[in-house]
């Protein structure tokens, strides 16, 4: 978008918590333009025309903290971006969603703000944004605007989007109880509830412990009365009929009045009641065969409509229904008198809203005519008009709420008809004439079960006491408390993340638990992959979530998922960080360590209060995160006499780290000598450095989750580096009588740690193949590579098929720059070609160092090599144990 010189450069959805909120929020890049130089004071005129059009203005506080604050900053002076923010959120509370959270800040270009704002659903919230642009610089320059329209066009996407009330009712039953919610489709009422093997699901307000039979006899009302019948539930005779004619003879059979409904019908859709003429009965018939099905005559039963629900056996609430109606003036037509009641704003299309808005239809037309009344007929002064015979709030009907007024004989007919069904959620429609006195003896009777009932005339009633019936259903799925969530274990920091993630994995798989997995060369669940790729995202997070199997979610997060999106998951029982060190440095607006840190810090802050935040205590940026966790604090050391250990376990506090060449955990004074460094083989007996590491985080993480010592020792003495376990993390493989080493480490604390396991000298010579990702800055690039010139002797530079910007050859080129004079190297085009031609390069008795940016393909290429070389297949498919001779 750009108007005016102010141009929307990028909008994301930050859907879970993030760098700015811990919550859902759009982070929008916005280049005022012109406008860094005109703040809201010099316009003339501009706050009048904006609050006259957007009025609830007035009512926000800003940073004065009171009403009224942010219209005092406007005529103070404030600029486009802060100004955009704010009209963003009223245009929301106005589209029906409760939103409050803003902020606008420079990205330290002139004129370019970062404006975050809190939404509640995603498109109507990017609609609002730009809206709120538009309206905003049409006050400030005093052009034509049409509000009302905006506003209305607003509302109407909102409708499409929102959460129906009855589905809303259930969402905000389950987060009051701290139960996750995910909405499955952007317009739809399909929600997950839980995570893993404790989800449910609700579609409204059917869930999925809803009978799939009990909902097809619902649906079949002949077949429902029946089984009533069949248990001394008072149901009214009727037959279905496929004609007019048919539908006549029934009805001069059961004795006028008389009722027509689809025998399929919903949201009394096509319901004619009180038909007393052999005419009416014919306009009828026509009504209700336009939809499924054939149509049920039955016995007209005098009385007022009640819709009683019950939930889990138990009615939890009833209300009574009064049909679609207006009241005569004396001067305005039928019509005329609808528009009127369609502008109360409480009645909006469809089903969304507390009212839904008086449709003027086939069936509206035969009620007023059973009146003697037509649409253009002018009712006299206080005249009742009905529109409607049925009562139902999908066709305009409105709700009282009298559910203290149910005789408990009637409350006990209702229980029983759901039992009988088979129903967990069940909306029972009576007709009697006071709902105060036993049904049975006054000829009322069950005229309709629902298998998805609606709730909001229990929840929004047009009069009486509104009643939560979202909580009973919430309690009728996650009874007593039951878990809703399972055990997630989020691992961040630069380097070591994926093999943590691994390592973690299969300590919770060695106690026999199903894992789902996340990392960045794919999604596992059991240690299947099902997804390729890198899965370090929130996307990925969602899918193991999602999964109905998964008993422990290990997901490693990456910054650049953080960044784009936010996390996958609301809030995590262990949060880990392995380290901070330059990364991705200049990309999305992070050009520090320390701002690094801070996107890492993102998962410790979604550690729940009664979780573990897993911290580096060697590193002082990952140590500084304690202040941010919320949950207890476990450090993890390679020193058993690290300063901040020390101080953090003289405290009471947990810790893991390594004491006389074994690993030790420690908690309230009392320390467990967990296995001896010579049994961990991935380490090489703890002389790998970067490996001890890896093992200690990944330890702690376990350690924390409550998992028993015993199996953390088997899964530590079991982990294997090697491309089944590991892939592409410092695997060391045989292959054609060269020593291989494919690790997937491309910045400068991942090199320099290679560089430190890999032996110098003797007779191998060091041959690395590698190739750099081009979205890094020139300098961390010729960082990485002078990173290498200690321990490696030639070189294979090539470039990578994403080249994420680059012109061809750019970054192996600004490699090459760094190698001192007369290093050996050659040039390759890509990963593939680098590692054959290291291969041709090199001799029996080399080691090969590939740095691998495609894993997958990069062991595929070795295989081919491996087999390529008949006596060798072996060495290729067995890993080396030990790492070096």
Not at 875 to 880: F, G, I, L, N
């Amino acid at each position: 978008m750009n108007s005016h010189g102010v141009t929307i450069r990028r909008m994301q959805a930050l859907r879970g918590p993030n760098l700015y909120a811990y919550k859902t929020v759009l982070k929008v890049e916005l280049d005022i333009g012109p406008f860094e130089e005109r703040p809201s004071d010099t316009f003339p005129g501009f706050v009048e025309r904006l609050t006259s059009w957007l009025p609830g203005l007035n009512k926000h506080e800003c940073s004065v903290g009171r009403p009224g604050g942010f219209v005092e900053r406007l005529r103070r002076g404030t600029w486009l971006a802060h100004i955009t923010e704010h009209v963003t959120i009223a245009l929301q509370n106005e589209m029906g969603f409760d939103v409050g959270y803003g902020r606008a800040r420079g990205t330290g270009q002139r004129g370019v703000y970062n404006v975050i704002v809190a939404y509640e659903e995603e498109e109507p919230a990017r609609e609002a944004f730009k809206t709120a642009l538009e309206m905003t610089l049409a006050a400030m320059l005093d052009e034509p605007y049409d509000a009302p329209a905006a506003l209305e066009r607003l509302r109407d996407l909102a409708d499409d989007y929102r959460l129906g009330p009855s589905t809303r009712a259930i969402v905000d039953a389950a987060r009051r109880r701290g139960i996750p919610v995910r909405r499955l489709t952007p317009t739809g009422s399909l929600v997950q509830l839980g995570y893993g093997i404790h989800q449910k699901r609700i579609l409204a307000s059917q869930t999925s412990d809803t009978s799939a039979l009990a909902v097809e006899i619902c649906q079949e009302k002949p077949l429902t009365n029946m089984v009533l019948r069949n248990v001394g539930i008072s149901v009214p005779e009727g037959r279905t009929v496929r004609s007019a004619d048919e539908a006549w003879e029934v009805a001069e059979e059961l004795g006028l009045p008389v009722i027509l409904k689809p025998e399929a019908g919903n949201q009394g859709k096509g319901v004619m009641v009180n038909l007393r003429s052999e005419a009416e009965v014919r306009q009828a018939y026509e009504v209700a065969s336009q939809f499924r099905g054939d149509v049920l005559v039955e016995r007209h039963i005098e009385g007022e409509d009640y819709r009683l629900l019950v939930v889990n056996g138990k009615m939890v609430a009833a209300a009574r229904r009064d049909p679609a109606r207006v009241v005569g003036d004396g001067k305005r037509t039928v019509a005329q008198l609808v528009e009127v009641a369609n502008q109360d704003p409480r009645r909006r299309p469809g089903h969304s809203s507390a009212l839904t808005r008086i449709r003027l239809d086939d069936a509206a037309r035969v009620v007023l005519g059973q009146q003697g009344l037509t649409l253009e007929s002018v009712p006299e002064q206080g005249q009742v008009v009905k529109l409607r015979q049925n009562c139902n709030l999908s066709t305009g009907g409105t709700a009282t709420d009298v559910t203290d007024e149910v005789h408990p004989s009637n409350a006990h007919m209702a229980e029983l008809a759901a039992q009988v069904l088979n129903l967990d959620v069940a909306g029972i429609d009576l007709l009697c004439k006071d709902i105060r006195r036993p049904l049975m003896e006054q000829g009322g009777a069950i005229v309709e079960v629902n298998a998805a009932p609606g709730l909001r005339m229990h929840l929004q009633p047009t009069s009486g006491l509104p009643r939560d019936v979202g909580g009973p259903i919430v309690e009728s799925l996650y009874p007593n408390g039951a878990p809703s969530r399972i055990p997630i274990l989020a691992i961040t920091g630069t380097n070591g993340k994926t093999t943590v993630t691994r390592l973690v994995a299969h300590m919770f798989e060695t106690s026999h638990q199903c894992v789902g997995m996340t990392s960045t060369d794919g999604t596992y669940i059991r240690r299947e992959r099902i997804l390729e790729g890198d899965c370090s995202g929130p996307r990925s997070a969602q899918a193991v979530l999602l999964h109905p199997r998964v008993e422990v979610a290990v997901l490693e997060v990456a910054r650049g998922g953080i960044l784009r999106a936010g996390l996958g998951f609301d809030w995590c029982s262990v949060g880990v960080v392995t380290n901070v060190s330059p990364d991705h440095l200049g990309q999305g607006g992070i050009n520090t360590l320390e701002e690094l840190a801070r996107v890492k810090q993102v998962v410790i802050e979604s550690v729940a209060k009664d979780g573990h935040a897993v911290l580096n205590a060697d590193d002082p940026l990952v140590a500084e995160m304690a202040a941010a966790a919320k949950g207890k604090v476990v450090y993890f050391s390679r020193d058993a006499d690290n300063p901040i250990l020390q101080a953090h376990l003289a405290g009471g506090g947990m810790g893991v780290f390594v004491e006389n060449g074994a690993i030790i955990t420690a908690r309230d004074g009392r320390r467990l000598l967990l296995t001896h460094l010579d049994r961990i083989t991935f380490t090489a007996g703890g002389t790998i450095r970067f490996q001890l590491e890896n093992a200690l985080a990944a330890t702690a993480a376990a350690w924390a989750q409550g998992l028993n010592p015993a199996f953390i020792v088997r899964a530590l003495t079991t982990f294997r580096m090697d491309p089944t376990m590991a892939p592409g993390r410092f695997n060391v493989l045989g292959v054609a009588g060269r020593q291989v080493i494919l690790d997937y480490g491309h910045n400068v604390a991942a090199i320099q740690a290679l560089g430190e396991a890999v032996p110098r000298g003797g007779e191998r010579r060091n041959l690395m193949v590698i190739g750099l990702p081009g979205d890094r800055r020139d300098e961390d690039l010729l960082a990485t590579v002078q990173q290498t010139l200690p321990f490696v002797d030639e070189y294979v530079l090539h470039d990578l098929k994403d080249r994420r910007g680059r012109a061809e050859n750019e970054v192996p080129l600004l490699m090459r720059s760094c190698l001192k004079p007369g290093t050996p190297h050659e040039l390759a085009p890509d990963q593939r070609q680098g590692i054959l031609r290291a291969f041709a390069r090199s001799k029996p008795g080399d080691r090969i160092i590939i740095l691998a940016d495609v894993v997958d393909e990069a062991l595929a290429v070795i295989r081919e090599l491996a087999a390529a070389d008949e006596t060798q297949v072996e060495a290729c498919e067995t890993p080396v144990t030990q790492a070096f001779e």
